[in-house]
């Protein structure tokens, strides 16, 4: 089952707006994780015109005591899973002592510049092969499992399980903006497989293109979603909406299940 991951960003963006404490991030990743989704997703920008450092460790502290029944019927006892918690930025030293100290299951490396309005490309893991190297090691130290966001491109795939990455995550908006390039990223899933990494998913996905994505790419570990998740969620609140990307999973699970 590919794991449904929430950004809060779009939701910190709007407390931010004005000098008051709300929405609550906490409250609202509780909601959230009550309505269903399997973990949350921040990225701490430097200019902290959504996610503040400020707001990590508090969440973090949340999400590592959180536990959620598993939606499973007829149970002889009852089972909690884990929530993950994903942290994602560019690795300078801010970052890194960030995601160290304060306890994450996964750490998401992206190329951002510090004034980019969102990540729009994914790294070029051949030429900074020795940079990300240090960092994937370093993070590994602490524990932490280290997914890079890469184009789907097999050779970045691949680059990335030569330099110890643990998953990568394929770069989503254009595929978002052009539907026919979805090949590329069946041939990226399959260097994963090939190479034994595993796959993230993420950018501009949303309730037209999420299944289609899943039934081609089954093996999809975990998709974050904040933008357009965010958005359906004022439209038809939050219950409804984890619930709508969550059956958007199933069937395009359900739907690759049936052309195997």
Sequence with gaps: MTRLSVNLNKVALLRN????????????????????AHGITIHPRPDERHIRRSDVPALSEFL???????????????????VEFNIEGYPDKEFLDLVRVH????????????????????????????????????LHDNGRRVSLFVDAKPDMVLAAKDIGADRVELYT???????????????????????????????????????????????????SIGHALTIDALDMGWNATISAYLTAIAYGLKTSDNHA
């Design 173 to 223: 908006g254009p595929f978002a903006m052009n539907h026919a390039i979805l090949p590329d990223y069946v041939a990226a899933a399959d260097a994963a497989k090939s190479c034994d990494i595993a796959i993230n998913a993420g950018h501009d996905l949303n309730l037209d293109n999420l299944a289609k994505f899943i039934a081609a790419i089954p093996d999809c570990a975990e998709v």
């Design 103 to 138: 306890h994450c299951h996964q750490v998401t490396l992206v190329p951002d510049a510090p004034d980019q309005k969102t990540s729009d490309h994914g790294w070029d893991v051949l030429v900074q092969k020795d940079f990300l190297k240090d960092v994937v090691a370093r």
């Design 64 to 82: 590592a005591e959180y536990k959620t029944p598993f939606p499973t019927f007829m149970m002889r006892q009852e089972q909690v899973k884990d």
């Design 17 to 36: 707006q004005r000098d008051l404490p709300y929405p609550d991030l906490i409250k609202t990743a509780e909601t959230i994780l009550k309505a269903g």
